[in-house]
Nanobody, 131 residues
Framework: DVQLQAYGGGLVQAGGSLRLSCAVSGFTFDDYVIGWFRQAPGKEREGVSVISRSDSSTDYANSVKGRFTISSDNAKNTVYLHMNDLKPEDTAVYYC????????????????????????WGQGTLVTVSS
């Protein structure tokens, strides 16, 4: 079975840094992407960043470009989200998800940063940024 486990959340001060980890297991194919999403209280879940398992291509939400970096360590089956210059508005529960690309993408009307396109999820990890 596909399993995703997110780790690394915590309390940090504005301007600080934090690294989140997503342990990935159970895939028998490589045509998928791993995405980081976040959800603040009372708000819809939003895409933060994605990375492709097959070619390591990446994409980022405009709100985190230049501050966050997604990377993967295939030997450890882990995807990371390096968060720098954290701001109070980054406070949210962060989730990692996986999107199966074997049958294409976009049938739900969205793209790689849309949560409703993803079929696999890990537990959320809370990131709180104090001002």
């Amino acid at each position: 079975d596909v399993q995703l486990q997110a780790y690394g959340g915590g309390l940090v001060q504005a301007g600080g840094s934090l690294r989140l980890s997503c342990a990935v297991s159970g895939f028998t194919f490589d045509d998928y992407v791993i995405g980081w999403f976040r959800q603040a209280p009372g708000k819809e879940r939003e895409g933060v960043s994605v990375i492709s398992r097959s070619d390591s291509s990446t994409d980022y939400a405009n709100s985190v470009k230049g501050r966050f970096t997604i990377s993967s360590d295939n030997a450890k089956n882990t995807v990371y989200l390096h968060m720098n210059d954290l701001k109070p508005e980054d406070t949210a529960v962060y989730y990692c998800g996986a999107l199966d690309l074997r049958y294409g993408v976009g049938y739900g009307g969205g793209g790689l940063l849309d949560y409703y396109e993803y079929g696999y999820w890990g537990q959320g990890t809370l990131v709180t940024v104090s001002s």
